[in-house]
């Protein structure tokens, strides 16, 4: 099983700041990489596809990046109703594991 | 719009049995490659099951044999049976359907999921 982590597991970041988070396979996985974001309650959302690909209606202050094994999530101007946990996951092969998850709060 | 509505979740105690269903609208479960994913209290996002377009399964080791995913083309209704339940079964239990890009695929629609607490 290919294995995922992030980091930091946690963030503190105010409104307006540039947040970045970072995820790992354990063996390369291309672009075979999706993030998602999680509000306390809520279901995941969609935000990222194939590592960079940004879904229909996500702003745009949403960006993914990287390949192979090492892949990052950047917010670039953190606003209010971004405070979430946010997991990356996997689909290169069975299972399509998540990450731990990163949980930005506020600062 | 695409819908996904789960129901069948709650209290069960160990050893036991309960089935999930989840209603779609808005896409066609038969033709979408369909998953469950679970949330226990507190803790982050666990893949626990899959069934293709074609109708092949996968599960996730820790309910392989325990668990059964299925669809019912004409409701159009996805279904998790779960059996011999287990206290680290208990979770917040979500469907969610795929689309795909090339041969990457994504979950893209999720319902609002549904408690299973498994306890005596």
């Known amino acids: 099983d290919i294995q995922m982590t992030q980091s930091p597991s946690s963030l503190s970041a105010s409104v307006g700041d540039r947040v970045t988070i970072t995820c790992r396979a354990s063996q390369s996985i291309s672009t075979y990489l999706n993030w998602y974001q999680q509000k306390p309650g809520k279901a995941p959302k969609l935000l990222i596809y194939a590592a960079s690909s940004l879904q229909t209606g996500v702003p745009s202050r949403f960006s993914g990046s990287g390949s192979g094994t090492d892949f990052t999530l950047t917010i670039t101007s953190l606003q209010p109703e971004d405070f979430a946990t946010y997991y990356c996951?996997?689909?290169?092969?069975?299972?399509?594991?998540f990450g731990p998850g990163t949980k930005v709060d506020i600062k | 719009e695409v819908q996904l509505v789960e129901s069948g979740g709650g209290l069960v105690q160990p050893g036991g049995s309960l089935r999930l269903s989840c209603a779609a609208s808005g896409v066609t479960v038969s033709s979408n490659y369909m998953s469950w994913v679970r949330q226990a209290p507190g803790k982050g996002l666990e893949w626990v099951s899959a069934?293709?377009?074609?109708?092949?399964?996968d599960y996730a080791d820790s309910v392989k044999g325990r668990f059964t995913i299925s669809r019912d083309n004409s409701k159009n209704t996805l279904h998790l049976q779960m059996n011999s339940l287990r206290a680290e079964d208990t979770a917040v239990y979500y469907c969610?359907?795929?689309?795909?890009?090339?041969?990457?695929?994504?979950?893209?629609?999720w319902g609002q999921g549904t408690l299973v607490t498994v306890s005596s």
């Open positions: 996951q996997h689909c290169y092969s069975t299972p399509p594991d």
């Open positions: 969610a359907s795929s689309s795909h890009w090339g041969s990457s695929w994504y979950l893209d629609y």
């Open positions: 069934i293709y377009r074609g109708g092949s399964t």
